[in-house]
């Protein structure tokens, strides 16, 4: 059993009022750590912290800065193993994706926007004909607050610490409660390569009424850069409106993927299969509205189902797994009541549909790969995000009647299309409403491009030059030329 404390000015501490919360695996749904149940009083000194580090944070320049968020990427390189581990039992991921994507791509994200931070330079207008010229400044933007999901716990919080940390801001992290173990982690690093306390703080606790939300309506937090679910980010949107803050949101999703007639079969079938069963569905890009055209719709269900069955799912730290247990019972059972839902509304299930119990995976959250066939865009399961190892399969028969169905959705995170041919190529990614196209790829990230949603996928856009706009504000400063 591990103790998790909050991370305030350099230092881990409990709770004021001594109170904890259980942080419980997956794996056998039974308590892994303690956790300290941070509040008001918690946030309140997190923010006073970050606010004291911030002008020597921010005037350190990026080039110090990025001495010490190399190390920071360094110390999770060492660490790796043993972040991967505790990844895993807290949430669920199979080790082997923890191993070779989550914590390399948590150590990128430091490496990436600590060199990023170096090179971003401001623009400048010159109007000599007017006798002015005029540049632009750029300041770090001050306390950052900043709220993650569970689902990749390490990899989505660096994404928002380390451009924040990059461009000059400090910051209070405040981790999923379902897996707050790496977070804690990444704070003792933080601490052992002597960053200034301070300038990276981690509170500890719930949402609503919690230090969530106590950091959403603190007057002295200039921003909040949220990931998790579209109806917490209105919460977060209506708390903050009273203290002005900047928000960056990326939410949910419900994309499309749309096979072609004429694509590679063999990539769209593996790439579907990982678009939808990679870490057990719990993905927020998953391609979990699979649109295949009318001529190869049944060989290509066919195939898919194979795949599905061969899918590996068991103890999410044996390398070999591919699919670990879902987070947490109650989320077990959001994704059981969708699987009955979609027979109610007449999906026909093909592969999968229940809960796993052989063996030991009796005492932990374990759903088989489940695939429903001839589903119904205006089905609730086609709307609504069940995220989890579900996917529901359409035929279509033209272009224009996919990318019909792929925008009939209240989302616009993602989608992918396979094809061979270059114009639907162009015309599916210009036309779907959504903040990512993959063609003939999926999960393919470069750390340079905008990554957010349409509709209620998102709100800004966060990676590279839109990370370096939302960290820092902006100024004009117009000088007066002689002559
Ligand atoms: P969630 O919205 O329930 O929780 C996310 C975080 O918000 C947690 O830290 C939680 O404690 C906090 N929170 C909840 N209510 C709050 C409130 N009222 N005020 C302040 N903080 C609050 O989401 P989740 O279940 O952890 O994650 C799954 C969701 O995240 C899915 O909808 C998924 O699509 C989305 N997601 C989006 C992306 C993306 O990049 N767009 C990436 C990963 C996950």
Known sequence: MREILHFIDGEFVPSEDGATFESVTP??????????????AEVDRAVAAARR?????????????????????????ERLDELAEWETRDMGKPITAARTKDMPRSAYNFRFFADYAVQAGTKAWDKPWDGVFTYELREPLGVVGSISPWNFPLMLLTWKVAPALAFGC????????????TASLLAEICRDVGMPPGVFNVVHGYGPESAGEALTTHPDVDAITFT???NTGRAIMAAAAPTMKKLSFEMGGKSANIVCADADLDAAVAGSLRGIFVNQGEVCLAGSRLLVQRPIYEEF??????????????????????????????????????????????AKLVTGGHRLVDGELAEGNYVAPTIFADADNSMRVCQDEIFGPVEMVMPFDEVEEAIEIANQSRY???????????????????????GTMWVNCFFVRDLRAPFGGYKDSGLGREGGDYSYEFFTESKAVVMKLDG
């Open 27 to 40: 794996i056998d749904n039974t308590v892994i750590a303690r956790v300290a149940l941070g509040g008001t």
């Open 53 to 77: 580090a911030f002008p020597e944070w921010a005037g350190m320049g990026p080039e110090a800065r990025r001495e010490l968020l190399m190390r920071v990427a360094d110390g999770i390189e």
């Open 170 to 181: 400090t910051v209070v992290a405040k981790p999923a409660e379902q897996s707050p173990i």
């Open 228 to 230: 998790g679910e579209s």
């Open 301 to 346: 269900l066919a195939r898919l189902v194979e795949g599905a069955e061969a899918w590996k799912v068991g103890d999410p730290l044996d390398p070999s797994t591919q699919m670990g247990p879902l987070v947490s019972e109650e989320h077990l059972e959001k994704v059981l009541s969708y699987i009955e839902l979609a027979q109610e509304e007449g």
């Open 412 to 434: 616009g995170l993602a989608g992918m299309v396979w094809t061979r041919d270059l114009d639907t190529a162009h015309r599916v990614a210009r036309e779907v409403r959504t």
